[in-house]
């Protein structure tokens, strides 16, 4: 044989061995590609297993706060109060007239004595955000139809110097002898002969209901001869004389001063708030 064929047979050879090591090689990356994909933590290294745990942590970690906060929940259902009217009741005694009013005026309510009589006695009070409301008061204690309701009714009318319509409803309260309007009367009035057969007549009633007023002076001045004209819930009283001078003439004019009339006393007699215990309605004094 020929020194060029064995070069050849040994290159030949040579070429064998590298392409069988290329095969290994192959196959061993081919193993570990294949054990990468199959399961990646076990390609993870040290530093990667403590950034898995941390996210692992923190996952329980969300689920003991989720599972707290479930918790919580649970507790405050099982111990909140249901009876809504109850709730309300606590607001209005505690002064928290928006939270009675926003109970009160839900539609399961529109019908029931307590939330008319008393969402009627925060409007007429001006006493949540949504101010005073003297036509709305009036409808609500008119939808409540009953005897506490009529007392409130007539105190509204009473302190928004409504004669008429006060003097309408106090006629009705002394027909029929009504209890706490004749105690009302007297303990303002400073009478005792309401009752019985010294009954106050209902042709007495207009001078009876200016008799619960007093006069108070108001800021309001008037200067000259014509002042307003006087109301039932307003004057102008002369309060003296002074002069102006005009091209060197003294011309004198009245000095006026307005007072109006003011509620004197014992209102909170009438006008109550209402919460129903143990079937009654029963009257609570918040002033």
Known sequence: MSENTNYINIQNRLWYEIIILLAAIATIIGFVVSGIFSNPKDALTENENISDNEITYVEQATNIMINEINYTTNITTNT??????????????????DEALMIYEKDVYAD?????VNLGYIYANGLSYKGTDIQKAVDLYMKANCTEASHNLLALFLKSRDKDAAEILLNRFIEVNDTEVISYLQATLLIDDVLG?????TDATSKLIEALYEWEYTDNRYNGYNPPADTFSSRWIIQGIDTAEDRNVNHPYLIYREQ????????????????????ILTPYDLS
């Open 112 to 116: 029931c004595i307590d939330a008319l």
């Open 197 to 201: 057969e010294k009954k106050i007549s």
């Open 260 to 279: 109006i009339r003011v509620f004197i006393k014992n209102i909170e007699m009438l006008e109550k708030v209402y919460f129903t215990e143990d079937g």
């Open 80 to 97: 909140e109060i249901t009876d809504e009217l109850g709730q309300a009741k606590l607001c209005m005694l505690h002064g928290e007239y």
